[in-house]
């Protein structure tokens, strides 16, 4: 991939023979991330010489890239709120849009409420942390059936040094049993089994357990929805992520199970992407 240009090839160098196999800004942040260096500063410094271990290295990252691994699992963070969390094949990786999911459940948490929430399938831990951020008072207990994703969820917790989390391993709501909360919140899988989708790009990298649920997606919703209001105080809101199409679909898994004010509010491309309703025990 160097194209002769030898061990000690300059920054500018790697990154022009990096282009014919990986995106500019992708082949950017994995030189970036060799070289322990911001990516301004390889702008600034295109004529540095690359030393030939990181050379190799970052040969081996592009390789990896060109292949189909996920920049995120390569570099081993993603950016999400307002922190850089760990990630590992073990978790899936935090999306953007999922940032709505966080919008609209502290805008459900006074700030300076002790309340308690759940974040359902954490997998990082960045809806739960996001959260505990916000909302210093609150005590957020993160769920995963996944122990190596809590491991990896532990260590952002702890590198964030946030301490009004607590995490449960378990299936859903089963590590609640007796416990009623404010607010449940989960970014649970939602795709189809049989859906395409599953064999291309990032997801073919990504935990299947983290992104397919039955045959209509929606086999880990209806177990939510369901089990919810028995783990929701008088008023307490559940929050779910869900895909564009679901809308209908999940709002009726809601008012199925008694929640109400039932609505689902879309992402920036004015997509349904979060589906939310009200836990009434007193009417």
Do not use: K
């Not at 060799?34 to 702008?43: K, T």
């Not at 996944?146 to 040094?161: C, I, Q, T």
């Not at 564009?244 to 879309?266: I, K, N």
Request: net charge negative; aromatic share 4%; proline share 6%.
């Amino acid at each position: 991939m160097t194209d002769g240009s030898g061990p000690e090839a300059s920054a500018d160098a790697c990154l022009r023979a990096a282009r014919a196999h990986v995106e500019v800004g992708e082949a950017a942040l994995l030189l970036a991330h060799v070289l322990g260096r911001s990516r301004g500063w390889l702008y600034a410094h295109g004529d540095a010489p690359v030393p030939a271990p990181d050379l190799a290295r970052f040969e081996q990252l592009v390789a990896r890239r060109a292949a189909g691994e996920p920049v995120a699992y390569l570099l081993g963070t993603r950016g999400f709120w307002r922190f850089d969390l760990a990630v590992t094949p073990d978790t899936l990786i935090p999306r953007p849009e999922t940032e709505l999911l966080v919008e609209l459940a502290l805008a459900r948490i006074p700030a300076q409420s002790a309340a308690q929430v759940a974040d359902l399938g954490t997998g990082s831990g960045a809806i739960a942390l996001a959260i505990a951020s916000e909302r210093p008072q609150a005590r957020v207990v993160a769920v995963d059936i996944s122990g190596d994703a809590l491991e990896v969820a532990r260590g952002n917790a702890a590198a964030l040094d946030l301490d009004n989390v607590e995490f449960r391993r378990g299936d859903w709501l089963s590590p609640l049993a007796g416990e009623r909360c404010d607010l449940i919140a989960s970014n649970p899988p939602y795709i189809a089994e049989g859906d395409a989708h599953l064999a291309q790009g990032d997801l073919r990298f990504e935990p299947r357990g983290a992104l397919a649920s039955g045959a209509d997606g929606l086999e880990a919703i209806r177990i939510i929805a369901a089990a919810a209001p028995a783990h929701l105080r008088d008023g307490g809101w559940l929050l779910v992520e869900h895909g564009w199409e679901q809308g209908a679909a999940v709002r009726a898994l809601f008012e199925a199970a008694g929640l109400v004010d039932v609505a689902t509010e879309p992402d920036l491309e004015q997509r349904d992407r979060v589906t939310l309703g009200c836990n009434r025990l007193v009417r």
